[in-house]
Each structure stands twice: as structure tokens, then as C-alpha cells.
């Protein structure tokens, strides 16, 4: 699996079409791992994850909205409209909708890695996959830290 690293700069790092281990490290960095079950690291700095609703799973590890980390979500609709507002805590099971009402995204609390900590799980009702963010529950997240659409 290759690894694609960051400098302490903030930059856009993009994967490939494969699973990818991405780590942005120090810097304002975009994170993109395209097609396969990519791993993203933001590290320092305020990171942008951009996750495409394509049948993958992509594992974000060390999400932040202290460090004003954000999730930007694909769904297809090619129009990015600040999807979700009014949220002042997800929780598991809520649901909400692109500007287009063509995508319904799902939240989950979850513990993926087993670790024995809630993690959250995003799902979009017409794919399989989804975005997992690791040691975050769903009540640690507002609305206000997802875009897309
Ligand atoms: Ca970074
Ligand atoms: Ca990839």
C-alpha cells in the first residue's frame, strides 16, 4: 500500500485509484484518497477531508474540530452546499440530506477498530463504503464541521 507523506506545509495531497496510507502532516493540508479504502492522517493544522461516496470505506484518524479539521462529502451531486446545518450534536442514526435531496448520509456510532472507543461512521443510502472517523463519537461532532453534497 503506498504511503503518500506531507511536508509541514499545508498542501493538497491526493491518492491514487488504490487503497492509500495518506499523512499531510504540520500545515492547513486537503486530503483526497480517491478510489480504494484509503487511510487519511491530517496531522497539525486545520485539515479539509474530502470523501467520495464511490463503494470505499476511508478511515480518517486523528479528525479535530478543536483544530478546526472538516469533512467535505461527495455524494456526486458535483455541488458542494454546506449540506448539514442546524446540527448542534449528530448523534447515531441522524440523517441528513444534500442541497439536491439526491443523497441521504446517515450517522453511526460504532466502534470499527474495536479498540473499545466510539468511533463515527458516515453512510450514504445508494453506496456501500463510508467514512469512518476514529476515536470520535457522533455527539463530540457538530453540523458545522461537514460540507459537501
Ligand atoms: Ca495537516
Ligand atoms: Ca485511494
Given at each position: 500500500m503506498p504511503t503518500i507523506n506531507g511536508t509541514n506545509k499545508g498542501e493538497s495531497l491526493n491518492g491514487t485509484a488504490s487503497a492509500d496510507v495518506i499523512d499531510a502532516r504540520r500545515g492547513n493540508d486537503m486530503l483526497d484518497g480517491h478510489g480504494g479504502d484509503d487511510v487519511l492522517t491530517g496531522g497539525g493544522g486545520a485539515d479539509k477531508f474530502i470523501f467520495h461516496f464511490d463503494g470505499s470505506t476511508d478511515v480518517i484518524t486523528d479528525f479535530s474540530r478543536a483544530a478546526g479539521d472538516t469533512v467535505i462529502l461527495d455524494?456526486?451531486?458535483?455541488?458542494?452546499?454546506?449540506?448539514?446545518?442546524?446540527?448542534s450534536y449528530l448523534y447515531d442514526g441522524a440523517q441528513f440530506s444534500n442541497h439536491l435531496g439526491t443523497a441521504t448520509f446517515t450517522v453511526h456510532a460504532t466502534d470499527y477498530d474495536g479498540d473499545g472507543v466510539t468511533d463515527t461512521l458516515i453512510t450514504e443510502g445508494g453506496h456501500e463504503g463510508g467514512l469512518v472517523l476514529l476515536?470520535?463519537?457522533?455527539?463530540?461532532?457538530?453540523?458545522?464541521v461537514i460540507y459537501g453534497g
Open positions: 455524494s456526486g451531486a458535483g455541488v458542494y452546499d454546506g449540506i448539514i446545518g442546524g446540527f476515536g470520535i463519537a457522533p455527539s463530540s461532532l457538530t453540523g458545522d
